[in-house]
């Protein structure tokens, strides 16, 4: 999705804009669709040529208010509009797609796996990860960073999960498939419909597998689900099956935007990549604007339960709510200047993990995994060029890059750790570029 640096009046005919669209995030821009929203229309309703129809929020109060309350607006129906109107099979069974208590009865135990203190001893992993990532650039050739940029979480999320490598490449590729069903890179003849529908199909059977052959004696994440005690009773396979697809989905769709947005912002705006010194506190507010900046997750998605009012318009039981994480994280009521891109913005209440009870469980993996990346990088990179046309995923519900070619100049001495990288280790798996 393109990201923009909104400049006023902006002049927008929202009776024609069309948010449910996928190609509208490949080819088409939605922030100014988004500010007219938040100005003129911040509920605002939109009905497809099928009769279906959601309520878009589209302000940082309001977003916030969706997404922290169970009690109006459940997760159980369904929380992205490539299911709108449907329902939801792993309704109660997956932690994205349950209230409380079923909810925080799976969550609890799981949040100490997750912990900024359970994952340190994750950190020299993840570093040679970063390094491996990264070696391509002392090459001098152009490289996609954001095609390369598919396959580094599967790298620890991959090994946290105890997945064989040989299978990363498609469960990166199976990942993208199911977020991003309608990219032309999935083969557009096919339907987004038949390529969600297929990604399902493969990693719900791959997942089945990995708990069936080895399951409870496992050490790793897929074994502690087995094993955990949740509100008094074990979960079933096919609770740990949707949950092990949601962590996949939750780390591999996702971390590779943010990084690809990020460094896209700091080569547009280079004032900023020069106020970077790598040191740890400026680096991680870096990565923070960086998460504002990218919003990668686009969208949540509830349904209201009881009638509700938001910015005094009045919302209908049974409602579908579309809670949008970029739009929320451009108010400029939260966020001074928020079209500026500044990496030492401070305070930063972005949306960009969610908000309440359904707050990313994987938060602290990508801020660890994110915070070593750009402090190496920084370290290592001079400068960044483009090297080619930056290419948009068609997705409503993840903004991403799916292409960004870039060359880099480096900094005296830093070939050295990424040519090492690269006689240490393996390729990371990327995503095919079409
Ligand atoms: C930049 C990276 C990431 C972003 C932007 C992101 C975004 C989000 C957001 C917005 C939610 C809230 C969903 C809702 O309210 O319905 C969420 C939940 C979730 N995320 Fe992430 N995520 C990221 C990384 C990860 C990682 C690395 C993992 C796993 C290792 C992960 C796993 C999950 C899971 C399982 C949930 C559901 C939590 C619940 O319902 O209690 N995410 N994520």
Avoid at 232 to 257: K, Q, W
Avoid at 346 to 352: E, I, L
Avoid at 378 to 403: C, D, I, T, W
Wanted: aromatic fraction near 8%.
């Amino acid at each position: 999705m393109k990201i923009s640096y909104v400049t006023d009046p902006v002049d927008v005919d929202l009776g024609v804009i069309d948010l449910f669209d996928p190609d509208f995030y490949a080819h088409g821009d939605p922030h100014p669709v988004w500010k007219v929203m938040r100005d003129k229309a911040p509920v605002h309703r939109q009905t497809l040529t099928d009769g279906r129809s959601f309520l878009s929020v589209t302000r940082h109060a309001d977003v916030l208010a969706v997404l922290k309350d169970h009690t109006r607006f459940t997760s159980r129906r369904g929380t992205l509009l490539s299911i709108l109107g449907g329902t939801d099979p792993a309704a109660g069974k997956m932690l994205a797609a349950s209230d409380p208590p079923v909810h925080t009865a799976m969550r609890e135990p799981m949040m100490k796996v997750f912990s900024f203190s359970a994952l340190k001893s994750t950190q020299p992993q993840i570093l040679s990860v970063v390094h491996r990532f990264l070696a391509p650039l002392a090459s001098g050739k152009p490289w996609d960073l954001a095609a390369a940029a598919a396959g580094f979480p599967m790298a620890f999320a991959g090994a946290l999960m105890g997945l064989p490598e040989e299978d990363w490449p498609r469960l990166t590729r199976l990942s993208t498939m199911a977020a991003a069903p309608d990219d032309s890179v999935f083969g557009a003849e096919e339907g987004g419909h038949h390529n969600l529908l297929s990604a399902h199909h493969e990693l719900f059977a791959y997942f089945a597998d990995q708990v069936r052959d080895r399951g409870v004696e496992r050490d790793d994440l897929i074994g502690f689900l087995t094993r955990m005690d949740a509100g008094g009773r074990r979960l079933r396979t096919d609770e740990i099956v949707y949950n092990c697809y949601s962590m996949l989905l939750g780390a591999n769709v996702t971390m590779p935007h943010a990084i690809a947005a990020t460094v896209l912002a700091l080569m547009e705006n280079p004032g900023e990549y020069a106020r970077l010194t790598g040191e740890s506190a400026q680096t991680a507010l870096a990565v923070e604007e960086g998460l504002r900046w990218a919003s990668p997750a686009n969208h949540f998605m509830r349904y209201a339960v009881r009638d509700a009012v938001l910015s005094g318009v009045p919302i209908k039981t049974g409602e579908a709510v579309v809670a949008w994480l970029g739009s929320a994280n451009r108010d400029g009521s939260v966020f001074a200047d928020p079209y500026r891109f500044d990496v030492q913005r401070h305070p930063n209440r972005h949306v960009t993990f969610g908000f309440g009870p359904h707050y990313c469980i994987g938060a602290p993996l990508a801020r660890i995994a994110l915070r070593l990346l750009f402090g190496e990088i920084v370290q290592l990179v001079a400068s960044f060029e483009p090297a080619g046309p930056v290419r948009h995923l068609a997705s409503n519900f993840v903004s991403g890059v799916k292409s960004l070619p870039v060359t880099a100049a480096l900094r005296d001495g830093a070939s050295a750790p990424l040519t090492s990288a690269v006689a240490d280790g393996g390729r990371l798996p990327s995503l095919p570029t079409a």
